[in-house]
Each structure stands twice: as structure tokens, then as C-alpha cells.
């Protein structure tokens, strides 16, 4: 690692490896965003010092030499972020920052369309799914092999349903639920994210929580209105926890715009998805970061 740079790390879910519906690696494993614990500790050990955020927003701020050693960051506030991740990090002395859509959470009836998804296709009863594609056309699949399950995971209609409007994700959900013959629990918010209460127990274990948009959009897709929203929702939502408030573009998806209202709402710094390390002269809303991946589980 230079001298004068920092990495900061971005990571998603700590979960066990136990296998899906089909005796299928879940759709996490085969996206390559969950880690077991042992892999994450791993990673932990083998990061070099480990810095708060705080230490780079201040010296890029004062255009000073970066510190070395390794930021921890954790997208989207699941259930085991407080349940598992920051007990760990707190026994080890250290920190991380994790980043909430302040939305979606478990007291909320609304899901990240991602997590919809992959539940779906981990908890599936039928073979084969069908879904409406945005614009036209459907996409017929088997999601009982590996590699028809990867194509649901990682190809076409999920691409599809990233790019669509929230009453096209909607329409896709609906279709592939029904097509493989199972329900989203009335309870999955309950069981996939943290209750807004938990959030200051990350703060009470020692860790920072930073904003991460409402509902999790893509920023760069919405209207002014609803961009304002997201942003001031969010960050006003963090900033009762006390102290700076640290942003986060949901899926990295930011543009001159994006960047201009979360400026607008005083963040002491972005973080993106756009891989690299954080130097000095680096653009504190334009954070770079690492994505840290296990490599992807085969059949």
C-alpha cells in the first residue's frame, strides 16, 4: 500500500455458508457480497492498521498526507452488522462506519428491491421463473442449476431490474414470486435490517453511522424532488445520532447533480463504488473505495 494513500474497504454481508433452496450457494455467496465470519476476520487481520473515516475526511481536508492503514465501511444495515460484525470489531479495539438507507429497516414494510430478489430465488419452490422486462419481453429461466441461477444473479434481468422504475421493479418482483411459487414474509424487513433504535447502538459499540439515501435508489435515476428527499431524508435521519454525517451513493450511482445536493446537505464526505485507494488532493464526495469479495462460490 503507498505511503500516502488509504484504503478504504466496502463490505455488505457477514453470513454463515450454509446452502440455498436447490442446494445452491445464496444469491450473496454467488454475488460474491457476503463474507463468513472467518473470511471477514481474515481480511481484518490482514488490513494493516485500521483508521476510522474521521482520519480521512481530516486530512483530506487539510490537504495533508493520508494516513496509512485501512478504513472499514458496511452498505445497507443489516440485521448482523450489530449482531455480529461490530461486537467483533469493538473486542479488537476498532472501528467501521455503516452506512443505513434510513428507509428501509426493520420496523419498515419495504425491502431494498436487491434483497427482494435474492430472496426469492434462495427460498424458490418452482424451477422455473418468468419476469416482464422494462420495455418489452420477458426473461425465462431455470434457477435450479448454478448456472441458471448466476444468470438471475448476475445478468439480464437483474440488470433490467436495477435499471427500471420502482413500479417495473415492483411488476418484476411480483412476477418472478409468483412464477417460482413462494411469498416475501410479511416480516423480511424484521429479519434482514437493523430497528432505527439499533442504530445508536452501533454508535454505543463505538462505530459510526452514516447515511446511505431513504429507500436506496439509484440517485442518478430520480427526479430533483425525490433526489432532495433521499439525500436530506437520510442524512437528516443520521444526524440526530450526533456528530458529522458521512454519505454513501446507494449502488455508487452518482453524477455532477447527485453531487451537488449532497453537498448541499453539509456531509462530511461521499463514498463511491469506483475502485482505488483515497490520496491526497482526492475529492472528499468522491470517495473511492475497495470492494472486498471471497471469490465466487461454485457449484
Given at each position: 500500500m503507498a505511503s500516502d494513500a488509504t484504503r478504504i474497504l466496502m463490505f455488505h454481508?457477514?453470513?454463515?455458508?450454509?446452502?440455498?433452496?436447490?442446494?445452491?450457494?445464496?444469491?450473496?455467496?454467488?454475488?460474491?457480497?457476503?463474507l463468513t465470519v472467518p473470511e471477514f476476520l481474515r481480511v481484518v487481520e490482514d488490513a494493516g492498521p485500521?483508521?476510522?473515516l474521521e482520519a480521512v475526511e481530516c486530512a483530506l481536508a487539510a490537504g495533508e498526507r493520508l494516513p496509512h492503514g485501512s478504513v472499514l465501511t458496511f452498505d445497507d444495515g443489516y440485521r448482523e452488522h450489530l449482531d455480529v460484525?461490530?461486537?467483533?470489531?469493538?473486542?479488537?479495539g476498532v472501528s467501521a462506519t455503516f452506512y443505513v438507507a434510513t428507509g428501509l429497516h426493520g420496523e419498515a414494510s419495504d425491502v431494498a428491491v436487491v434483497d427482494a430478489w435474492y430472496w426469492l430465488l434462495d427460498h424458490a419452490a418452482g424451477r422455473v421463473a418468468r419476469v416482464p422486462?422494462?420495455?418489452g419481453g420477458e426473461h425465462r429461466g431455470r434457477v435450479d442449476t448454478y448456472e441458471c441461477k448466476t444468470a438471475w444473479v448476475e445478468g439480464e434481468p437483474k440488470a433490467r431490474l436495477l435499471a427500471a422504475t420502482p413500479a417495473q421493479q415492483a411488476a418484476m418482483v411480483a412476477a418472478l414470486a409468483d412464477s417460482?411459487?413462494?411469498a416475501l414474509p410479511a416480516d423480511l424487513a424484521a429479519r434482514l435490517y437493523l430497528r432505527p433504535s439499533e442504530w445508536a447502538a452501533l454508535v454505543?459499540?463505538?462505530?459510526?453511522?452514516?447515511?446511505?439515501?431513504?429507500?436506496?435508489?439509484?440517485?442518478?435515476?430520480?427526479?430533483?424532488?425525490?433526489?432532495?428527499?433521499e439525500v436530506e431524508g437520510s442524512v437528516s435521519a443520521v444526524r440526530q445520532l450526533g456528530g458529522q454525517v458521512a454519505f454513501a451513493y446507494p449502488d455508487g450511482a452518482y453524477d455532477e447533480r447527485v453531487v451537488?445536493?449532497?453537498s448541499r446537505a453539509a456531509v462530511s464526505s461521499s463514498a463511491t463504488c469506483e475502485p482505488g485507494m483515497v490520496g491526497r488532493g482526492d475529492d472528499l464526495l468522491r470517495l473511492s473505495r475497495v470492494f472486498v469479495s471471497t471469490?465466487?462460490?461454485?457449484?
Open positions: 454481508r457477514i453470513l454463515g455458508d450454509a446452502s440455498a433452496v436447490f442446494d445452491l450457494p445464496s444469491c450473496y455467496r454467488m454475488r460474491g457480497t457476503a485500521v483508521l476510522r460484525v461490530a461486537p467483533l470489531l469493538a473486542a479488537r422486462l422494462p420495455g417460482v411459487g413462494c454505543g459499540l463505538g462505530m459510526r453511522v452514516g447515511a446511505h439515501s431513504v429507500s436506496h435508489p439509484r440517485l442518478t435515476q430520480v427526479d430533483d424532488e425525490t433526489l432532495r428527499a451537488r445536493e449532497v471469490p465466487r462460490a461454485g457449484p
